[in-house]
């Protein structure tokens, strides 16, 4: 091994054992790229630059910086965040929760459906998955508790759907990786519709399953008779909701907005609803701003890190040196994807997605695309894979975030049990996406050609 492959090894690996001392992962990562390209002049080592560039790597870090805070396509970011943020603080999930209730109540585990679709809802519109699960949280777990749930079953489902943000469009996850690889973010949203809509069916069916084999998991409330006022009342709950996602989504898939754009409609639309409700005053968007502000400070920092850290790691070889590793394991191309896709899994329980999503996608990419993979294909697959980070231990930040909220009585222990069956789900979800491409890849082709 060369020397900067050696350097690109050891700075990797410095990475994933330093996280675990807490230290703040944007530094770090900023930190490490200053001390290995310290590292390589001493050394002596060359950075692989790319052909024709003259000017010292400094310069070209600090270029690349530049380049990524002018990208416009970063601008949604702080609108998609503010805008599920508001819409958190709007009311809007108390009225879906009351009203899916009174629907679904009856049936064996309907309580939890009505999480699950809440949750779908909260998804399409807020993409933050703190305030999902937080909110799922306050909402439905003392609902479920009090009708005699199980309390894994009900703090899983909980932990479960929440995460669905970061998949379901508009999805801050999917925006950042649409600019990482260089491609649509329509494409992607599109792409990510159905494998979303394929994980809260298949929540459903286990909470279904659940209740018709362990009845006092998911016991049915009692029944309070069925009218149309129900149907109304849904229908009203629903429409504050829809109308936001057809204004985000739709303006979209039409070709009416960019993503930028769209985000913008978006943060506009939940001023509107939140006016509407009565819940927009001075100390709700204080509040709201006050947390857009953080989250987004949070997000650009890792970012401006790891942008330095990636192109430190690219000079010395390890982009190289990971294809030429990859491409030289004794499987077929569908080996190495599942290789990736389970190396990415294991890195989900110590890494947080944004760092999956600035380090790892960006060095195996080039490896998928001369295998002959659908790059959206893959980022979709690699996307519904970081989904399970948020559940596993113990960087898992659902299981946090509602240890932070749960009422007494729900321990980690209880919410890690909880989570389990709901890791399961996902890899099999993983896999029927894995075996039809076209759950994927069909609506971006109606939409796109």
Avoid: H
Avoid at 46 to 73: H, K
Avoid at 423 to 433: E, H, N, Y
């Amino acid at each position: 091994m060369a020397a900067n492959e050696t350097l690109a090894v050891l700075m990797f690996v410095s990475f994933i054992l330093l996280v675990f001392t807490g230290f703040p992962v944007a530094w770090l990562l900023g930190g490490l790229a200053v001390i290995f390209s310290a590292l390589a002049v001493v050394l002596q080592v060359d950075f692989a630059l790319p052909i024709g560039m003259d000017w010292s790597y400094t310069s070209l870090t600090v270029d690349r910086i530049w380049n990524v805070m002018e990208n416009w396509v970063m601008v949604a970011l702080p609108m998609f965040i503010f805008m599920g943020l508001l819409l958190d603080r709007s009311g809007i999930a108390n009225q879906l929760m009351t009203s899916f209730a009174r629907l679904f109540g009856s049936v064996r585990g309907g309580l939890a459906i009505t999480v699950i679709l809440i949750g779908l809802l909260l998804a399409a519109t807020t993409g933050i998955i703190g305030a999902s699960v937080v909110l799922l949280a306050l909402l439905g777990l003392p609902a479920m508790l009090g009708q005699g749930y199980d309390k894994s079953l009900a703090s899983g489902t909980v932990c479960a759907v929440g995460t669905l943000g970061i998949l379901i469009p508009p999805s801050i996850m999917l925006v950042l990786m649409a600019d990482r690889m260089s491609m649509s973010v329509g494409d992607l949203f599109l792409g990510a519709v159905f494998p979303g809509m394929l994980l809260g069916g298949l929540y459903i069916f286990y909470v279904l399953a659940v209740g018709r084999f362990r009845p006092a998991y998911a016991p049915a409330a009692p029944s309070e008779g069925f009218d149309i006022g129900v149907l109304f009342d849904l229908f009203k709950a629903i429409l504050p909701p829809a109308f936001l996602i057809l204004a985000v989504l739709g303006s979209i898939f039409f070709g009416l907005a960019t993503p930028t754009e769209a985000a913008g409609v978006g943060a506009a639309g939940a001023l509107l609803l939140a006016w509407l409700n009565r819940k927009l005053n001075r100390q709700v968007m204080g509040e709201v701003l006050q947390e857009t502000t953080r989250t987004t400070a949070f997000i650009f920092a890792v970012l401006l890190g790891a942008t330095a850290f990636s192109l430190v790691l690219r000079g010395l070889g390890g982009d190289e040196l990971i294809e030429r590793v990859l491409l030289g394991l004794p499987f077929e191309p569908t080996g190495i994807i599942i290789c990736i896709l389970i190396a990415t899994f294991i890195l989900g329980f110590f890494l947080d997605w944004i760092e999956l999503t600035l380090i790892v996608l960006p060095l195996v990419s080039p490896v998928v695309a001369s295998l002959g993979f659908d790059p959206v294909w893959f980022t979709i697959l690699f996307a519904v894979c970081l989904q399970t980070s948020f559940l596993t231990p113990p960087v898992g930040f659902a299981i946090f975030y509602l240890k932070g909220v749960a009422p007494e009585g729900v321990d980690v222990v209880t919410i890690y049990r909880g989570v389990v069956p709901f890791i399961i789900l996902q890899v099999l979800g993983m896999l029927i996406l894995f075996n039809w491409e076209a759950l994927v890849t069909w609506l971006p082709a109606q939409a796109y050609g």
